[in-house]
């Protein structure tokens, strides 16, 4: 085998891949003394949730395609990568969400869906005045702070207790709720949403106790673009990752899912890890898989931990693009796109008075500029949440038809798509329930029980891009400590 100290990646995902670039030396590159390297992804490409879709004469994002710019990770990978001038800011700010009817423009000064300005709420209409009046209360006659501590709560009760339960279910849930396609009647606040936990536990009014998570303003009052992407989308990124890593002697095997790993006691090399036609040996083994699959990998090394990763449980969504003619279809003046409330019946159309099946729309054109076509107009709808399985039922012509009948009853449709495609994420959005971070705790004691053994990713601590970055470079430097330790 060599001198050099050998680690597996147990996942070829953006964490996965972060982890890698880490330990292959980071901005600076490797070394003599960097370890040989090798990544075994199940599937047949890399990257995993942040995907490619062939458009015309574009590649569009099949899953993300952006990033919260208010955290730093993606900026400073990119730095790392030398790619920091392929950058993209949102192009547009606002947007709508579904209400009485109608698309109505979200109020202004909103922190993930809990409102700061009273005024801005009422003229937004959003509320009925019933709503409006029990938010006001929240200002004039604050709920009292529960006493003591709170280690954690649902963020949906949080939020009714103070502003009422309209704020929740017309404001909070399609926001929050749509991170992850879950419920904020089941998530957890410290782990989705710690300001709010804090805020809420402060005396008086809730609204004014969340105006200091406001975006920060620049000098002319206008905010920092809330989501940064790449020029030549987020999948570019993957594209740049695997480039250098494979330029840096990185290992990588696709189409090798691992079936289990074995402690090599006495060896000089720690754990073998097994897929069904390879065993690669490893002094360090990161993963980097959704919960199952790492819960079915350390089943019989830490059976408290696994059990700990099997509660955690994913909700499946689907994501259609389409593409109309200018003229075809009529979009609201502003904004970057439109949030459905869970529940909302559909106003028109053949699906008239069902249940939406869409949570939200994104005018991907207007939001990110370079994408723009002259004469056309392309738009993404999401759908799936963790309680609403009905996109299960549909193939995809049945799904994508459905979506534009609902697009039809919510903007002015003179003809059908022009171009149309799905991609579809089955059990792919982990659910942070409450006290999710106390089973974070145990999972990670349990992982520090095994020697060489590190974990991370997106069903532990965050989601998007930016917290899945974080957590593979973290990952990629506990790795190189433990070798060093050799």
């Known amino acids: 085998m060599g001198q050099r100290p050998e680690v597996v990646v147990i996942g070829g995902g953006i964490t996965g891949l972060v982890a890698a670039f880490e330990l292959s030396g980071g901005a600076e590159g490797p070394t003599i003394d960097s370890p040989n390297i090798t990544i075994l992804e199940s599937s047949d490409r890399l990257g995993g949730k942040i995907s490619s879709l062939p458009w015309g ?20 990978l990119c730095k790392d990568l030398g790619i920091t001038d392929q950058l993209r800011p949102i192009a547009a700010s606002g947007a709508s969400v579904f209400s009485k ?6 109020p202004d000064g909103l922190v993930l869906g809990v409102p700061t300005d009273l005024d801005a709420l009422r003229r937004s209409k959003v509320l009925t005045r019933r709503g409006i009046l029990r938010a006001a209360k929240d200002l004039f006659w604050p709920t009292p702070p529960t006493r003591g501590h709170l280690g954690d709560r649902p963020i949906g009760p ?26 904020v009647e089941e998530m957890s606040a410290a782990a989705v949403f710690p300001g709010l936990l804090d805020a809420a536990q402060k005396r008086g009014s809730l609204m004014k106790a969340m105006r200091s998570q406001l975006p920060a303003k620049d000098p002319n009052g206008e905010s920092s673009p809330a989501f940064l992407s790449l020029e030549g989308g987020m999948h570019a990124l993957i594209t740049q990752l695997v480039d250098l890593l494979e330029n840096r002697g990185v290992r990588v095997l ?35 898989t959704p919960a199952p699959a790492a819960a079915r990998l350390i089943s019989t090394l830490d059976e ?19 593409t109309f003619a200018e003229e075809d279809i009529a979009l609201p003046e502003l904004g970057t796109g439109a949030l459905i409330p869970s529940g909302s019946t559909v106003p028109s159309g053949p699906r008239a008075g069902e249940r939406f099946l869409a949570t939200a729309l994104t005018y991907l054109d207007r939001k990110w500029p370079h994408l723009k076509r002259s004469g056309e107009v392309t738009l993404r709808i ?19 038809e459905a979506l534009i009948d609902e697009l039809g009853s919510l903007l002015s449709l003179g003809s059908r798509p022009i171009r149309r495609g799905i991609v579809r994420w089955t059990d792919s959005l982990p659910q942070y329930r409450v006290n999710h971070l106390l089973r974070v705790a145990g999972i ?19 989601v998007g891009v930016p917290a899945c ?8 430097q506990r790795a190189a400590l433990s070798l060093r330790s050799l």
């Open 57 to 76: 004469d574009r590649i569009l994002d099949g899953g993300p395609d952006g990033a919260l710019a208010r955290r730093p990770e993606l900026m400073e």
């Open 101 to 106: 009817g109608r698309l109505r423009r979200l």
């Open 158 to 183: 949080l939020v009714a207790t103070k502003l009422g339960r309209e704020v929740v279910t017309l404001l909070v849930d399609p926001t929050v709720g749509g991170i992850a396609a879950g419920r």
């Open 254 to 288: 696709l189409d090798t899912e691992v079936t289990g790993l074995q402690h090599r006691s006495g060896s000089e090399v720690g754990w073998s890890v097994n897929s069904e036609v390879t065993t690669t040996l490893a002094n360090v083994v990161i993963i980097a």
């Open 304 to 322: 408290e931990a696994a059990s700990l990763l099997a509660q955690i449980d994913y909700s499946s969504v689907a994501i259609a693009t389409f």
């Open 382 to 400: 999401h759908c799936g949440k963790i309680d609403d399985t009905r996109i299960a039922e549909l193939d995809d012509h049945e799904l994508m």
């Open 444 to 462: 990670e004691a349990g992982i520090d029980r095994l020697d060489g053994i590190e974990i991370a990713g997106a069903a532990l601590n965050g």
């Open 469 to 476: 970055i974080a957590q593979g470079r973290a990952a990629g």
